[in-house]
């Protein structure tokens, strides 16, 4: 796929993938997440961990309301159809992803913006970053998985305050109420996520593993916690990577993962 509305380039074993459509605060449109969907795939298949960030001044400012023309005269639309083909896509592949994604966020994340910026395994902001549940300024509902990234990070009532009352929370309060990893400067935000994924590209393969363990605990059970823990230790354990590891550990000196 050729890309219009986004930047891909690998470094380091980081696939660093960059939003850039600076003039609309990088508002997402179909175009850009087919692109984002795709690169995503591409990261994970050519790299071993993910910088997703942005060009300009915001990371995402929601999904672009203009495109494509709405008819506010049909009473049976559905403005739900494009979360099924391409937004609730893109952020299932950054969950699911065997390489650990790391997002960088300059200014706003709104909206859908807001969920693709939570669906990172780390998330590093700088100081203007603000996170937004906008749907409630123009009557729509929350989408881009936020709601669930929410809740689960910082709990039902303050994530009820973010999405009922539609106001910006910024990048210390994020860091103050465990939404996020990271708060630096505006200039330092794409180089601290790099240097993260970069160090996240040199750990073992078993870190596709422990991410992918993390995150469904967030809907499982006790038993079913233990059960996935139980799974991930024996695909861990048959990897090169815990070979190098043990190694390692016996000769005492540092490790060098492979991802395999």
């Known amino acids: 796929m050729t890309y219009e509305k986004i930047l891909y380039e690998i470094t380091d074993d980081v696939a660093v993938i960059k939003l850039n459509d600076p003039t609309t605060l990088n508002a997402m449109t179909t175009r850009m997440g087919e692109e984002l969907l795709d690169a995503l795939w591409r990261g994970e298949r050519e790299a071993r961990a993910i910088m997703l960030g942005s060009v300009g001044r915001g990371f ?100 009820m305050e973010m999405m009922l009352l539609g106001k910006k929370l910024p990048a210390e309060s994020a860091l103050e109420w465990g939404l996020i990893n990271r708060v630096v400067t505006d200039e330092e935000v794409d180089g601290a996520a790099f240097e993260l994924a970069k160090q996240l590209s040199q750990g073992p393969s078993s870190l596709g593993i422990i991410k992918q363990v993390a995150w469904s605990v967030l809907d499982a059970s006790f038993e079913t916690a233990l059960s996935n823990e139980r ?16 190694a390692a550990f016996r000769e005492k000196r540092p490790a060098v993962f492979k991802g395999k």
């Open 231 to 246: 799974v991930a230790q024996r695909d861990a354990g048959r990897t090169e990577d815990f070979n190098e590891g043990v």
């Open 60 to 159: 995402c400012s929601g999904a672009n309301l203009a495109e494509g023309g709405i008819d506010l005269n049909d009473k049976g639309r559905d403005m739900g159809g494009r979360l099924d083909g391409i937004f609730n896509p893109v952020v299932y592949q950054m969950r699911a992803s065997k390489a650990p994604v790391v997002t960088a966020v300059r200014g706003a994340a709104a909206g859908v913006g807001c969920g693709i910026a939570l669906a990172g395994d780390m998330i590093v902001a700088g100081t203007s970053g603000a996170f937004l549940m906008a749907f409630r300024n123009v009557g729509l509902a929350s989408d881009g998985g936020a709601s669930y990234f929410l809740t689960r990070a910082i709990g039902r009532v303050r994530a």
